[in-house]
């Protein structure tokens, strides 16, 4: 565990020491933001909003968006992360080390999440300007929080682990962007199935199970997706890494 | 310390270490020798478990590194040859990560940045981004990352590759001073290296290990002759002439403005070199006898593997 926290540090540390965490921060901060105006201004509560009844869907709004453009930002966040040691060959001092590869894989995909969280957090002055000027629902907002963070996280290990299978950064972001979005999209195609079909469709798409926590419902079954996507893709993050031992 | 046993690597088809054995005593430094793509680096990157062998096994300290890899990994010190660094890192926070990555608490880890920061000669450049730190300097950094958590295997790939010939004399001496506490082995295609810093050297080609033995015994099993260079003022066309009638003496030839007189090496032909010359009127500079260097064993060791291989 220690092991693990060490290779997170610093692989946080590397987050921080370079411009691409903060570019994606701020990009996802600027459209998240633009999108919470046009959602609250859309919704017309807005003009009432001083002393009046704020909906949640303000930020239901906001999490839509979170919901579609965190797995891609997660996507660029990841890309470097066990590519790039790779190409510089860091990689092999890491394999060499007694560390296992379990840790090594928890470590990257904990240091990543990291990130996550601190824009997640970011985005946090949208509901404090709700709360300061409305009366919104926070129940639905902080379970969009937990349902942003846990398709944030699945969307995180896709990413740890097509890094894992490349030494080539751009690479690792396309094809973790194409599961991503392919993921994403079985959900879209549902709606124009027959049902049993499109039952097994919705189970496996990323964004049906995102609707309950954006209107305030938590259901173990959507939870327990979440964390399965998240540990399929890590533990193949983790055989990839053993298999490049055998070359 | 280090131990190989019928060890062979397989890339998919290309076979690149062919069932080799060696050890590697307590204390010893070896020399891994051979030319480019010999396997030398396969070898390096089995030993510390960062590849898995096709067949055979390695132990490291006594542990398997095939089945307890991770234990075995704790007693290693390895520079690959790229010099791998996070060259966003300063030195220190570079030593830093290493040293708890192998299991050393935070004061210890301290404790021996210092000490090691002392040995590379790297003071001035502990709290500098590695980014920014000459090729030289980098290849000290990765050395110290090699040696932070005390192991007491050390192997170095290419250890004295792409610096400038003082960086290497003092990574060079470097290199021996650690000998003196830890068990080296370390690869080269560059000859010198080996004569200069190892005591035993093992020379690969093709895979294959072609001789291994101390460098004396090596030069004297591949000797069998003794080499005489002549310089001479005087027709060199016909001093060669005189030369080769001279009882025992298999081949003359010329090097550049230097006569090379060849022998067996029961026969010292010095006296009737000198005699000779001196009698026929012209002017002997200067007469000495060569040792064979190790690029001349090198050559015709492998140049043996070549042919005893094409006979096959």
Same mark, same amino acid.
């Given at each position: 565990?220690?092991?693990?926290?060490?290779?997170?540090?610093?692989?946080?540390?590397?987050?921080?020491?370079?411009?691409?965490?903060?570019? #994606?921060?701020? #990009?996802?901060?600027?459209?998240?933001?633009?999108?919470?105006?046009?959602?609250?201004?859309?919704? %017309?509560?807005?003009?009432?909003?001083?002393?009046?009844?704020?909906?949640?869907?303000?930020?239901?709004?906001?999490?839509?968006?979170?919901?579609?453009?965190?797995?891609?930002?997660?996507?660029?966040?990841?890309?470097?992360?066990?590519?790039?040691?790779?190409?510089?060959?860091?990689?092999?001092?890491?394999?060499?080390?007694?560390?296992?590869?379990?840790?090594? #894989?928890?470590?990257?995909?904990?240091?990543?999440?990291?990130?996550?969280?601190?824009?997640?957090?970011?985005?946090?002055?949208?509901?404090?300007?709700?709360?300061?000027?409305?009366?919104?629902?926070?129940?639905?907002?902080?379970?969009?929080?937990?349902?942003?963070?846990?398709?944030?996280?699945?969307?995180?290990?896709?990413?740890?682990?097509?890094?894992?299978?490349?030494?080539?950064?751009? #690479?690792?972001?396309?094809?973790?962007?194409?599961?991503?979005?392919?993921?994403?999209?079985?959900?879209?195609?549902?709606?124009?199935?027959?049902?049993?079909?499109?039952?097994?469709?919705?189970?496996?798409?990323?964004?049906?199970?995102?609707?309950?926590?954006?209107?305030?419902?938590?259901?173990? %079954?959507?939870?327990?997706?979440?964390?399965?996507?998240?540990?399929?893709?890590?533990?193949?993050?983790?055989?990839?890494?053993?298999?490049?031992?055998?070359? | 310390?280090?131990?190989?046993?019928?060890?062979?690597?397989?890339?998919?088809?290309?076979?690149?270490?062919?069932?080799?054995?060696?050890?590697?005593?307590?204390?010893?430094?070896?020399?891994?020798?051979?030319?480019?793509?010999?396997?030398?680096?396969?070898?390096?990157?089995?030993?510390?478990?960062?590849?898995?062998?096709?067949?055979?096994?390695?132990?490291?300290?006594?542990?398997?590194?095939?089945?307890?890899?991770?234990?075995?990994?704790?007693?290693?010190?390895?520079?690959?040859?790229?010099?791998?660094?996070?060259?966003?890192?300063?030195?220190?926070?570079?030593?830093?990560?290493?040293?708890?990555?192998?299991?050393?608490?935070?004061?210890?880890?301290?404790?021996?940045?210092?000490?090691?920061?002392?040995?590379?000669?790297?003071?001035?450049?502990?709290?500098?981004?590695?980014?920014?730190?000459?090729?030289?300097?980098?290849?000290?950094?990765?050395?110290?990352?090699?040696?932070?958590?005390?192991?007491?295997?050390?192997?170095?790939?290419?250890?004295?590759?792409?610096?400038?010939?003082?960086?290497?004399?003092?990574?060079?001496?470097?290199?021996?001073?650690?000998?003196?506490?830890?068990?080296?082995?370390?690869?080269?295609?560059?000859?010198?290296?080996?004569?200069?810093?190892?005591?035993?050297?093992?020379?690969?080609?093709?895979?294959?290990?072609?001789?291994?033995?101390?460098?004396?015994?090596?030069?004297?099993?591949?000797?069998?002759?003794?080499?005489?260079? /002549?310089?001479?003022?005087?027709?060199?066309?016909?001093?060669?002439?005189?030369?080769?009638?001279?009882?025992?003496?298999?081949?003359?030839?010329?090097?550049?403005?230097?006569?090379?007189?060849?022998?067996? /090496?029961?026969?010292?032909?010095?006296?009737?070199?000198?005699?000779?010359?001196?009698?026929?009127?012209?002017?002997?500079?200067?007469?000495?006898?060569?040792?064979?260097?190790?690029?001349?064993?090198?050559?015709?060791?492998?140049?043996?593997?070549?042919?005893?291989?094409?006979?096959?």
């Amino acid at each position: 565990m220690n092991k693990v926290m060490l290779i997170a540090g610093k692989e946080l540390r590397s987050y921080l020491t370079s411009p691409m965490a903060y570019i #994606i921060t701020c #990009i996802f901060l600027l459209i998240s933001g633009v999108f919470f105006v046009l959602y609250l201004t859309a919704t %017309k509560y807005a003009d009432t909003s001083i002393q009046g009844f704020i909906e949640p869907l303000s930020v239901f709004g906001l999490s839509n968006i979170g919901n579609v453009f965190l797995p891609l930002f997660a996507s660029i966040l990841t890309m470097r992360l066990l590519s790039e040691e790779k190409k510089i060959g860091t990689w092999e001092l890491l394999l060499t080390s007694p560390v296992k590869d379990t840790e090594v #894989i928890l470590g990257k995909f904990l240091g990543s999440l990291g990130i996550l969280v601190c824009m997640l957090v970011l985005t946090m002055y949208f509901p404090l300007m709700l709360a300061i000027f409305g009366q919104p629902d926070m129940g639905p907002i902080w379970t969009s929080y937990l349902g942003l963070f846990l398709i944030g996280s699945s969307a995180l290990a896709v990413g740890t682990f097509t890094s894992s299978i490349t030494t080539n950064q751009i #690479i690792a972001a396309v094809v973790s962007g194409g599961i991503l979005f392919a993921l994403w999209f079985v959900g879209m195609v549902s709606n124009v199935l027959p049902t049993a079909i499109a039952n097994v469709f919705s189970y496996i798409s990323l964004s049906s199970h995102f609707s309950n926590f954006s209107v305030g419902i938590i259901d173990t %079954k959507d939870i327990i997706y979440y964390l399965s996507v998240t540990a399929l893709f890590l533990y193949a993050a983790i055989r990839s890494l053993e298999t490049s031992r055998w070359n | 310390m280090i131990k190989v046993r019928n060890l062979t690597k397989y890339y998919g088809e290309r076979l690149a270490v062919d069932n080799i054995s060696f050890d590697v005593g307590k204390g010893e430094i070896v020399g891994l020798l051979g030319p480019n793509a010999a396997g030398k680096t396969t070898t390096m990157r089995i030993l510390t478990g960062f590849l898995t062998p096709t067949r055979g096994d390695t132990w490291i300290a006594d542990c398997n590194m095939v089945t307890n890899s991770l234990e075995g990994r704790k007693h290693i010190g390895y520079m690959p040859e790229s010099v791998p660094l996070y060259t966003d890192m300063t030195v220190r926070e570079y030593l830093a990560f290493f040293g708890r990555l192998r299991g050393l608490d935070a004061k210890r880890t301290n404790h021996r940045i210092n000490d090691v920061i002392g040995l590379c000669n790297l003071e001035e450049y502990v709290d500098s981004i590695i980014g920014k730190l000459s090729k030289g300097f980098r290849q000290r950094v990765g050395l110290a990352q090699a040696i932070i958590h005390e192991p007491e295997v050390l192997i170095l790939d290419e250890p004295t590759v792409g610096i400038d010939p003082l960086q290497v004399s003092q990574t060079r001496s470097l290199i021996k001073e650690l000998g003196k506490e830890h068990t080296i082995l370390l690869s080269t295609h560059i000859l010198p290296e080996v004569s200069a810093t190892c005591g035993r050297v093992i020379i690969i080609n093709r895979g294959r290990i072609i001789a291994q033995d101390s460098i004396e015994n090596l030069s004297a099993i591949v000797k069998g002759a003794r080499r005489l260079r /002549i310089e001479v003022k005087g027709p060199h066309d016909q001093i060669t002439k005189r030369l080769q009638r001279i009882d025992g003496v298999k081949k003359v030839s010329r090097e550049g403005n230097y006569l090379i007189v060849e022998s067996p /090496i029961q026969i010292d032909p010095r006296a009737q070199v000198t005699e000779i010359i001196v009698k026929s009127g012209w002017t002997l500079l200067s007469i000495e006898t060569v040792e064979m260097s190790l690029e001349d064993i090198f050559l015709q060791l492998t140049a043996k593997d070549k042919e005893e291989s094409d006979s096959e």
